[in-house]
Each structure stands twice: as structure tokens, then as C-alpha cells.
DNA sequence: TCTAATCCCATGCGATCCCATATATGCCCG
DNA sequence: CGGGCATATATGGGATCGCATGGGATTAGA
């Protein structure tokens, strides 16, 4: 179906040749930190590369989002994510405690989210209290799926994972990478 | 589909030998929370995507609805979930006393309610009064069926199910998997 | 005939669609 | 090598549509 429709596809349909040196990288897996507005109505755009990914990963019409379990903030993703959570309740027997309390968990706080023809998406009231969004959103790329943060509550988390980013980059130096690709604030763990 | 407006659920014995066994929850699947109001005839709306998922669940005008075994709450859904009780009876021996009592409780109470023109069903009192419904229900998605909880009560339920869920998170970490930020890094199929 | 359940229509609010604008980035061409 | 045109994304706002809800009309049941 691919409701993403009409307007989308103009959206996407650039893919120029040299667009592809990103793409091998950067299209098949949440990247980088972006953070757009929340408008009026509210409604927040989904960063394009963000996007992008979603295509690829069997978007069948909508974003999955969820509160994350230990954080103020909210996890989402495509069929890759859902999947997953799926394949998480089918090694559960039916009518058993474990499986309903991490239905309830799981699925009863799950949204299916509907990408509209702009890219954007509209965060329920329940969702935005989650993570204590209001005015902005800070999209986090993390692989496989990527989380929504209020700003401010993101630059905490982000001094905290300072510590683990030096064993990171010592990593990458011994690999020879230094200056950083492109896009925004190279900021990223 | 059948956006056909209001009244569409009168015949609809139609059919549907079990759909393609996709695996996207879009639409095959209950999915996220709502909460409706009972109006003064006792009247509530169901979810219209949870309408959606009874439609191509075999929905044959009809919804099975019952007490929660274990909850004060009710259990519902379409033929899926009758195939499902019914599957789980056959795993039980025959004339066991524990095959006995579930069937009773089961099929017992299950009602079959009648979803009118307008997407509203009405509940009989006995299940009124099994899950303390009064002005407002929340219907909560659970895949394969769906519950509907009196608000407050619910909102207990999730808070427990969440923490209980923290638990069974941290098994899994520990079962082989770093423990922050559970990026699920090399985890795709 | 009276009461209760069902049907049908009216309405309000929120969600969605579509178009307009702004800002950034790249590209072509002089 | 620099300026202006083209493209893409983010954002704002008006117009619409769908859904939840309320209430009157109608039918069924006692």
C-alpha cells in the first residue's frame, strides 16, 4: 500500500548518483541526532534521512513508537522494530502472566504512527507526557531504530554516554577515521 | 476497507479463510490504548482502527467478548481469538477437571455483541459490573485480541506490567546483550 | 401501550491533506 | 571563482475528512 503516496515520492525520488557514497552507509541504519520543532497542531517533522531508512526497512505505513522501558523518552522504528517485538512475545506461552504483562507493556503502549504526506508524524498526548516534549524533538539514530528526546533532558543523556564515546573514539582512531562525515553536528555516539 | 460510512456491519458473514499470514501489525493486529466514553445508553465506541482489525479478522458481525480470567477487566476480539480459546481447550486432556473449568469459564460468559452502524457496541450488564465500567472504558490492544479496562484500574495494570517488564528486560541483557541502551545492534534478521 | 434496545441523523473536535513559504545546499554557467 | 537558479527539507496555515458522541425517531418485546 504505501500510503506515503503521492507527496512522498517526490520527497524521495532524488537519489542522484552521487548520493549513493552516503547511501551505502546511511540508508539502511538510524544515524546522527537532528532536532526539528513541534508546531500548533503538533506535529513534528521526521528528519529525511530518518526517513529514508524507514523506505527501505519495509515501512508498510506507519512509524512504531513506544515509551522507552527506562528512559523519558521514545523509541520507534519500522517492521524491522516490530518484528522483533513480535518475535519477543511468540517464545511466550498463551495465558501466561509473563506473556499478558509484556503484552500490556509492549503492545498496549505501542502507537502506530502515520507518516503524512510532508513527513511528519503527530505525537498522542500520551507519548509526548512520556518524554516531556513540548516545543522540540531530538531525534536519536541508534542502528535499528532511533529515539525521540526533549532537548534539553537529550544534552544530560548525552554528558552521561561522554565517558563510554572516549572508548569509542579510541577505536576509530586506531582505525584511521578522524573528521567526520557529513551532515549536522557530527554529534553521535 | 469498506469506508463505506456508518452502517456497513449488517451481513458481513464474509468469509476470509485466514488472510495472509502477514506479519505487520498495521492492520492485523490490536495494537495502542484508547479510551472511549459510555454515553447514557450505554453505548461505546470501538477503536476505529480496532474495527479495521476485526473486519479482516473474519469478523462475522459479531464480537466475542468476556471476563478476564484473571483481572477485572474483559477480553475481546473476532474468530482468531475463538480459534485460539478453542486451541487451548484441545491442549487440555478431555474430561479433566481443569478442561472443565476453564470451559465454563469461557465459554460460559463468553456474549456475542453486536457492533451497530455507528461502530458502538453495548455491554451487558453482567460484564459491566465484572470490570467496574461506569462512564469511561479504555480498550487496550494486545495482539491476537483486545481488553477494556475501566480507566484508573488500567492505569494501575500498566504501571505494574511496566515494572514487572524491567525485570524481565534486565534477564534478557544479562542473557547476552550490553545493558545500556539496548541498542540492538547486530540483532537484525 | 409502555419500555427498552436499535437505527439514523446531526454535530463538534481533532486528525489529515494540501498548498504556501522559508532556509539551506548544491549545481550550472558565465 | 562567484552569483543566481534549482532542489530538498522543514515549517506554517487553511480546508477537509473521519471519528467519537449525543439525541431523536423507530421498532421490538412484554
Redesign the pocket.
Known amino acids: 500500500m504505501v500510503?506515503a503516496g503521492?507527496?512522498a515520492s517526490?520527497?524521495?525520488?532524488?537519489v542522484?548518483s552521487?548520493e549513493t557514497e552516503k547511501r551505502s552507509w546511511g540508508m539502511d541504519r538510524f544515524v546522527s541526532t537532528?532536532t526539528?520543532?513541534i508546531?500548533?497542531?503538533?506535529?513534528?517533522?521526521?528528519?529525511?534521512s530518518f526517513?529514508a531508512v524507514l523506505e527501505r526497512d519495509g515501512y508498510a505505513g506507519g512509524l512504531y513508537c513506544y515509551p522507552s522501558l527506562d528512559a523519558s523518552a521514545l523509541d520507534a522504528g519500522g517492521e524491522r522494530l516490530a518484528k522483533k517485538i513480535d518475535g519477543l512475545l511468540a517464545g511466550l506461552p498463551d495465558y501466561s502472566d509473563e506473556r499478558d504483562e509484556l503484552s500490556v507493556a509492549l503492545y498496549g503502549d505501542v502507537q502506530v504512527l502515520?507518516i503524512?504526506?510532508?513527513?511528519?508524524i503527530?505525537l498522542?498526548e500520551s507519548l509526548r507526557v512520556h518524554a516531556n516534549l513540548d516545543a522540540a524533538v531530538t531525534f536519536v539514530g541508534l542502528g535499528d531504530k532511533f529515539q525521540m528526546w526533549e532537548p534539553k533532558a537529550f544534552e544530560e543523556r548525552r554528558k552521561e554516554a561522554r565517558s563510554k564515546v572516549q572508548v569509542t573514539r579510541k577505536l576509530f582512531a586506531a582505525g584511521g577515521r578522524s573528521s567526520e562525515d557529513d551532515g549536522d553536528e557530527g554529534a553521535r555516539e
Open positions: 500510503p503521492r507527496r517526490k520527497a524521495f525520488r532524488s542522484t552521487r537532528f526539528n520543532k508546531d500548533a497542531k503538533g506535529r513534528v517533522s521526521i528528519p529525511a526517513r502515520t503524512d504526506g510532508d513527513g511528519r503527530v498522542p
